[in-house]
């Protein structure tokens, strides 16, 4: 499966980004989709994840939504209100089964797209 994300730029603080990421494979529903972010110096964490059901990591909750459809093989992540600490390059990953927290846990990854959020 390959993964192409997109969608990244440059923001002011409080404003919003979509960002998209397009799988090349049939079986696309069968697949738990996951954004993740990582800062320069920082490890990679999970911000958002679908599979029967979202979740989201704490920090986002409220400001950022994640979306999938299955017709176009894409998953979105709706970033709103961003903060200059959403900084980071933005990942999408794919797994098997449920979604999972552990980076480790994700078969397949896209490139990586950066969001750079100014004060």
């Known amino acids: 499966v390959q993964l192409q994300a997109s969608g990244g730029g440059l923001v002011q603080a409080g404003g919003s980004l979509r960002l998209s990421c397009a799988a090349s494979t049939r079986t696309f529903s069968l697949y738990s989709m996951g954004w993740f972010r990582q800062a320069p110096g920082k490890g990679r964490e999970l911000v958002a994840a679908?599979?029967?059901?979202?979740y989201y990591t704490d920090s986002v909750k409220g400001r950022f939504t994640i979306s999938r459809d299955n017709a176009k093989n894409t998953v979105y992540l709706q970033m709103n209100d961003l903060k200059p600490e959403d900084t980071a390059v933005y990942y999408c990953?794919?797994?098997?089964?449920?979604?999972?927290?552990?980076?480790?846990?994700?078969?397949?990854w896209g490139q990586g797209t950066q969001v750079t959020v100014s004060s």
């Open positions: 990953a794919a797994r098997g089964g449920s979604y999972a927290l552990e980076p480790s846990a994700y078969y397949f």
């Open positions: 679908i599979s029967w059901s979202p």
